[in-house]
Nanobody, 126 residues
Framework: QVQLVESGGGLVQAGDSLRLSCAAS????????MGWFRQAPGKEREFVAV????????YYADSVKGRFTISRDNAKNTVYLQMNSLKPEDTAVYYC???????????????????WGQGTQVTVSS
């Protein structure tokens, strides 16, 4: 099991940028597929991005493609989410998630992950 701690959220204006970080405990971080999800009030948790454990290939939700970038630093046990051109509809609590099973389309859904952080709030004002 891995412990995850997100940071970097805050209040920004539309068009601004933020970088979220997710620090993981343990010495097997490189074996985990890492995902970012978000949840707005009254809505279900939705997939944002995933970075694969082996090749570090990435996949994004259409709503953030071209604006957000997921990356990882295995030496620092950290995954990042660089968010540019933020919009008010990006306002949500952002969660990172980890799963060490074989990469598949299940990693585009919340049910595909066993380990979750506590979340960090991102608020984008218009």
């Amino acid at each position: 099991q891995v412990q995850l701690v997100e940071s970097g959220g805050g209040l920004v204006q539309a068009g601004d940028s933020l970088r979220l970080s997710c620090a993981a405990s343990g010495r097997t971080f490189s074996t985990y597929n890492m995902g970012w999800f978000r949840q707005a009030p009254g809505k279900e948790r939705e997939f944002v991005a995933v970075i694969r454990r082996s090749s570090s290939s990435t996949y994004y939700a259409d709503s953030v493609k071209g604006r957000f970038t997921i990356s990882r630093d295995n030496a620092k046990n950290t995954v990042y989410l660089q968010m540019n051109s933020l919009k008010p509809e990006d306002t949500a609590v952002y969660y990172c998630a980890a799963d060490d099973s074989y990469y598949s389309s299940k990693h585009y859904t919340a049910s595909g992950y066993d380990n979750w952080g506590q979340g960090t709030q991102v608020t984008v004002s218009s």
